[in-house]
């Protein structure tokens, strides 16, 4: 069993910073990439940045410039900080992660239960 519990977020000014980070637990062998996702109300969930094992980092476009993923690989936590944050940016915030459980044999994805990000005056 693995979870994915995400912390952080709130509410913020616009041009403001937040961080929103994630810890993964249980039977895990191996997390090949961890990431967040977001979904903002009546739109599709999208991805917002990922990292993965080696320390690759992939971002979306709307996001680039202002926002930094990080990995702990030896506390299997992830970590996105966000700065000069707009009001799109406003949305609930999903970690997840793709993982190797100690008796799998594939990866699998998992998602934390979402925190939410307001970005307001």
């Known amino acids: 069993q693995v979870q994915l519990v995400e912390s952080g977020g709130g509410l913020v000014q616009p041009g403001g910073s937040l961080s929103v980070s994630c810890a993964a637990s249980?039977?895990?062998?191996?997390?090949?990439?961890m990431g967040w996702y977001r979904q903002a109300p009546g739109k599709q969930r999208e991805s917002v940045a990922d990292?993965?094992?080696?320390?690759?980092?992939t971002y979306a476009d709307s996001v680039k410039g202002r926002f930094t993923i990080s990995r702990d690989n030896a506390k299997n936590t992830v970590l996105l900080q966000m700065n000069s944050l707009r009001p799109e940016d406003t949305a609930v915030y999903y970690c997840?992660?793709?993982?190797?459980?100690?008796?799998?044999?594939?990866?699998?994805?998992?998602w934390g239960q979402g925190t939410q990000v307001t970005v307001s005056s």
């Open positions: 990292i993965f094992s080696g320390g690759m980092t």
């Open positions: 997840n992660a793709e993982i190797l459980t100690l008796n799998g044999y594939r990866n699998n994805y998992y």
């Open positions: 249980g039977s895990i062998f191996r997390i090949s990439r």
